[in-house]
């Protein structure tokens, strides 16, 4: 059996989901599934609601048998759910009752982790749900924590941009300052790691708001302190990376930006295969399928893509693209020349050949340059306009456009049509805001500090940027 875990704001926006592994045959369905907020269970039982977070959920993820699926909110708690039966088995708080962004189980189940945004982590016993201990890890928000494989350590992100390495005991073995400028979004381990005699070496992926997804080698030598290597920084995509993952094997690793599209690198090599761009919205969430081939991407349009890695035919998942799958810089001379059929330009296809034009010259072809071809001539000069309309076309479909990160409120991550001023000095939806305050939160969303006055002072100037930039559209 398979689970397929999807979790919705106000049952528009996807903001995470995960999967627990099964070799089910019959999956994954057809492409563009919708979910919202339940359980896919793909047997013969179609769905189970799970309900009893007071605000949006940030992250789930399952625990390694599988037995029990983790969510965590705004709200401040991780929920503990039995992924037989859907029913809660533990409510873990906060001890500050502070937003919580991220959670993660130890790959032995023993322990249970969760990020907060006062700039803690609290870390639970698994078995006996209770409380180790809840420890300052940054000034920032803690929005990505992970534990290694072999589960003796855990790694944590912040919105300052910096990656620390701790020990089970809270111990901190090493700090990666601005790992990410603009901050870290997302972080991952290789399912498997490397004994070399007395030192272990493991590979962890981060991406953040800098448009990067890097990759580390993290070592610890017996007796000595860890360390943190820089191997690959990966800039393939032109918006923050808001989610990572690695393969089974470590041999691939994936990432999903806000440009929406997913990235898939080889990850011994640090070379990109693959660009997906078939989300209409940003990519908040990918996941890798640790026994079968299939990457599964969620985005804010509201779907979940499957995809099978390799061969394979339309009723296992939709295949990795060939040339339009890639941005059109990585293009190669072939590529270029299936889409000149594609498009209607075949006459073109020898010009192209014999002057060896790939992805990169394509996109630098302007008329001047066409001319020289000798596509310019009176008798082609309808057939320039053509291509170069065309390729106008098809680098406008890969930048995309998606709203800045400044329009969004805080709270639900949604274009404001309403913002407003808190106490905070932050803008928010003025709806979200005054649920938020009515609430029994009294403090700030964005800070965890009590907020002084419920007043709301309109930002009328935001507001008016943001309709200019939405006529711009």
């Known amino acids: 059996m398979l689970l397929l875990i999807c979790f919705y704001q106000d049952q528009t926006s996807l903001l995470s989901y995960t999967a627990a592994p099964s070799p089910h045959p019959s999956w994954p369905p057809a492409p563009g599934i919708k979910l919202c907020v339940f359980i896919t269970r793909l047997t013969s039982r179609s769905f189970l609601t799970l309900s009893g977070h007071g605000y949006g959920v940030h992250c789930c993820c399952f625990s390694s048998c599988g037995s029990y699926l983790l969510s965590c909110s705004t709200d401040g708690s991780t929920m503990v759910w039995s992924s037989d039966t859907g029913e809660a088995a533990a409510v873990l708080q906060h001890p500050s009752r502070s937003a919580l962004r991220v959670c993660a189980a130890a790959p032995d189940s023993s322990l249970l982790l969760a990020g907060a945004c006062d700039g803690t982590v609290a870390l639970w016993d698994f078995p006996s749900k209770t409380l180790r201990r809840c420890h300052p890890v940054s000034e920032a928000s803690v929005v990505a924590c ?21 020990d089970v005991d809270m111990s901190l073995l090493y700090a990666q300052k601005d790992a990410h400028d603009l901050g870290v979004t997302c972080c991952s381990f290789a399912p498997l790691f490397q004994v070399d005699g007395c030192c272990v070496q493991l590979r ?85 399928s640790p026994t079968m081939p299939w990457i599964a991407t969620g985005s804010m349009d509201r779907t979940v893509n499957v995809w099978r890695i390799g061969d394979g035919d339309s009723r296992t998942g939709r295949k990795l693209p060939g040339h339009s799958g890639l941005l059109l810089a990585y293009w190669s001379e ?13 006459e073109l296809v020898s010009i192209f050949k014999a002057n060896n034009i790939g992805g990169a010259e394509l996109s630098q072809l302007n008329k001047e340059a066409a001319r020289e071809l000798g596509i310019g001539l009176a008798e082609s000069l309808g057939l320039r306009g053509r291509l170069l309309r065309k390729i106008k076309g098809l680098m406008a479909e890969q930048s995309g456009s998606e709203a800045p990160d400044e329009f969004l409120c805080p709270i639900t991550r949604e274009l404001m049509k309403d913002p407003v001023i808190a106490a905070d000095g932050y803008s928010y939806e003025r709806e979200s805001i005054e649920s938020w305050i009515r609430g029994k939160n009294k403090t700030s969303p964005m800070t965890n500090l009590p907020l002084q006055t419920s007043l709301l002072t309109p930002n009328r100037s935001l507001k008016m940027t943001i309709t200019r930039w939405k006529s711009s559209q």
């Open 204 to 288: 962890l992926a981060s991406c953040g708001q800098d448009n990067q997804l890097k990759i580390w080698i993290v070592s610890q030598r017996e007796g000595t302190a860890c360390t943190m290597k820089l191997l690959h920084t990966l800039t393939s995509q032109s918006a923050p990376i808001l989610s990572c993952a690695f393969s089974s094997e470590g041999d691939l690793v994936v990432g999903g930006s806000v440009d929406k599209s997913v990235a898939i690198y080889d990850a011994n090599l640090g070379t990109l295969l693959h660009i997906l761009k078939q989300h209409d919205r940003y990519v908040t969430a990918v996941a890798l």
């Open 334 to 346: 072939v590529d270029v020349q299936t889409w000149l059929c594609e498009e209607g330009l075949e």
């Open 146 to 166: 992970c534990f290694s494989p072999c589960g003796q350590m855990f790694v944590t992100g912040c919105t300052y941009g910096d990656l620390k390495l701790w």
